[in-house]
């Protein structure tokens, strides 16, 4: 975007929103410039902050007019890059449209702006003994549109399920400036085509979502939750295999390894079993007697499987002592490191102990910490990976660790990410994961949705083409592997 198209635009916006609604000063742009995962940076050319979903409309429509592309961003707590700012581009924040519009306790309903915070609406609804079941763990922090565009999980994904599985509606502004809604506001379902599952996930990149229906859940009769300590991870992955094979299904099960646990010992003095090479928490929930039964089987486990020390909450005070070190973990690191790296691969239970093991021959190879926290109940990794900035080939070094997890994750039969989507961080990985046919038909919904491909450009696919562009055909010669006359792109 020309200088004199950003300030047209600007001028534009300012009059149809409010002067406070549009940011031009270079440092405050600056203030957006990274989600997350701040070894990628942007600054945008123009932020715009709307209140409202006709005002979310109004912006897309004078950036379709103009051939503006834009980027949606919510709190910015994202992982993966997703939000990182066009430069050439409006950045779309939302975080101003934090109003629960409507909360419907008789039919387990609630309607939310994408700006409310995760949190927020599980508060909303305590005192009536219903709460939002996906729990990230920035849920303090993260907002609901984000949780939409990256389908995030958290620690009760275990049992609970995903955003996608707690959303049955949606108001989504099309790539033109249209509002439509999808999916079911009231009914149990919807006929046709599951278009809100399809917008779950997707990364901002088929519109931007301006209002969230989401599903509430009656707050279980008993909640348990467990601290173990174990000597290593070894035992703890071994632990976490048999409640799976003892047909558990707990609520949460998470697990941190000893870098991870000194980092949040530091942070919060959350007081973990001393000595401890891993720790599991597992929470347990539903019926007071179905979670009794449960708890006894939980700790014959954590018995057979050598733990050294395991700790019940007996109170809610307890219980939120016992999480503090978890939840608090992914910011805790930054007390053992000036830099780090959050990884999001997926592997199959049984594979826990195996990879665990790699991802440290990975890190000791190349000279690199990694801390890990993560889902153990679900297999959803969370590898931290550690180092200096100032330093001469850290950052290289821990972005080749950071790769070679991920393709450790393929190998077990997993998936290059979990909950924090694929963003500009795992673009380059998507033709390990699926085909060029595959690839293909996922850039032909997104054209579907998006034919000038203004929406979040430059994220998902490795290098997109123009949406009516044609394949260019390869050769099976010079693209191994790859489907005869299909490029990936």
């Known amino acids: 975007m020309s200088a004199a198209t950003a300030t047209e635009l600007a001028r534009r916006l300012r009059a149809r929103l409010g002067a406070s609604a549009v940011v031009t000063d270079e440092a405050a742009r600056r203030t957006y410039e990274c989600d997350g995962l701040a070894h990628y940076r942007t600054v945008p050319a123009l932020v715009v902050l709307p209140e409202s979903a006709e005002q979310v409309r109004t912006v897309v429509r004078e950036c379709h007019e103009a051939g503006v592309p834009w980027v949606a961003r919510g709190s910015g707590t994202g992982l993966s890059g997703g939000a990182l700012p066009h430069a050439d581009g409006v950045l779309i924040v939302t975080s101003r449209m934090r109003r629960i519009l409507s909360i419907d306790l008789a039919n387990g309903r609630a309607v939310v702006e994408p700006g409310v915070i995760n949190l927020a609406i599980s508060r909303a609804v305590a005192d009536d003994g219903w709460f939002y079941a996906p729990d990230p763990s920035s849920q303090s922090v993260c907002s ?7 389908n995030s999980g958290g620690a009760k994904c275990v049992k609970y399920g995903f955003t996608v599985h707690h959303v049955t509606g949606l108001e989504l502004c099309t790539s033109e400036g249209e509002l439509i809604r999808i999916g079911s506001w009231l009914a149990a379902d919807a006929p046709g085509y599951d278009l809100t599952g399809l917008v779950v996930g997707s990364e901002g990149t088929l519109g931007i979502v301006t209002k969230v229906v989401v599903r509430l859940l009656r707050r279980p009769e008993q909640v348990t939750t467990l601290l173990a300590g174990f000597p290593s991870m070894a035992e703890a992955g071994a632990a976490t295999s048999a409640l799976v094979a003892a047909g558990l299904v707990p609520a ?6 000893a870098l991870a646990i000194s980092a949040a010992e530091q942070a919060v003095a959350c007081r973990y079993p001393e000595g401890a090479g891993a720790v599991l928490i597992v929470e347990l929930d539903g019926p007071a007697v179905e979670v009794a039964e449960e708890e006894w089987t939980v700790r014959e486990v954590f018995a057979d499987c050598g733990a050294i020390e395991v700790r ?4 809610e005070a307890e219980r939120a002592e016992i999480w503090k070190g978890r939840k608090s973990a992914f910011a805790a690191v930054g ?7 959050v990884q999001d691969g997926v592997i199959p239970r049984t594979s826990l102990a195996s990879v665990l093991a790699s991802i440290d021959e990975l890190a000791r190879a190349a000279g690199i910490r990694v801390a890990n926290v993560f889902h153990a109940g679900d297999g959803n990794l969370h590898p931290l990976v550690l180092y200096d900035e100032t ?8 972005l080749s660790v950071s790769g070679a997890i991920l393709d450790l994750c393929l190998a077990h039969g997993g998936s290059i990410t979990g909950e924090h989507g694929v963003g500009v961080d795992k ?17 032909l919904l997104r054209c579907a949705f998006d034919p000038p491909g203004l929406a979040n450009p430059g994220k998902i696919f490795p290098t997109p083409r123009l949406c009516g562009e044609p394949p260019r055909p390869r050769s099976a010669e010079s693209a191994p592997g790859i489907h005869q006359g299909i490029e990936i792109w």
């Open 144 to 150: 609901i549109g984000g949780n939409v565009a990256e």
């Open 252 to 257: 949460a099960v998470e697990m941190m390894d």
């Open 312 to 315: 019940r909450a007996v109170d």
């Open 335 to 341: 007390r053992i490191s000036r830099n780090y790296i």
């Open 391 to 398: 330093v001469p080939g850290e950052l290289d070094a821990a």
């Open 427 to 443: 673009m380059a990985k998507m033709p390990r994961m699926f085909s060029a046919d595959d690839l293909q038909t996922m850039q």
